[in-house]
Nanobody
Framework: VQLQASGGGLVQVGGSLRLVCAFS?????IDWYHQAPGKKREWVASISSTSAHYADYVKGRFTVSRDNAETVYLQMDSLNPDDTGAYYC?????????????WGQGTLVTVSS
C-alpha cells in the first residue's frame, strides 16, 4: 500500500485544516497519527468501512471521513498550539491474522498563537 498525506500548513489558534490521505490498494482501516516536535508519534483517529474512532484529546474537534475507495480526510477544527507537528496516515491490513501497517510521508501542521 502506498500512502500520501497532504493539506498541512500554518493556521492560527482556533482555526481549521483538512488533511487528505490518498492511498492505493485494499486496506482494512486508515489511521492518523500526530508527532509533536520532540515527542513520540501518537494515534489520533482511525476509520474503517464500519466505524471511526478518536483519541480523547481530539474528540469533538477532529472528524475523520472517507469519500471514496482511496481517499480519507481528517477535518481538524478548534486547533491549538499542542496540535502542531507532523501528521501521518497509515494503512492497516489484516491478512491471515497478521497485522500489516504501512506509512506515508507526513504533512506538517503549525498552529500559531
Amino acid at each position: 500500500v502506498q500512502l500520501q498525506a497532504s493539506g498541512g500548513g500554518l493556521v492560527q489558534v482556533g482555526g481549521s485544516l483538512r488533511l487528505v490521505c490518498a492511498f492505493s490498494g485494499s486496506v482494512d482501516s486508515i489511521d492518523w497519527y500526530h508527532q509533536a516536535p520532540g515527542k513520540k508519534r501518537e494515534w489520533v483517529a482511525s476509520i474503517s468501512s464500519t466505524s471511526a474512532h478518536y483519541a480523547d484529546y481530539v474528540k469533538g474537534r477532529f472528524t475523520v471521513s472517507r469519500d471514496n475507495a482511496e481517499t480519507v480526510y481528517l477535518q481538524m477544527d478548534s486547533l491549538n498550539p499542542d496540535d502542531t507537528g507532523a501528521y501521518y496516515c497509515s494503512a492497516i491490513q489484516w491478512r491471515s491474522g497478521v497485522k500489516y501497517q504501512s506509512w506515508g510521508q507526513g504533512t506538517l501542521v503549525t498552529v500559531s498563537s
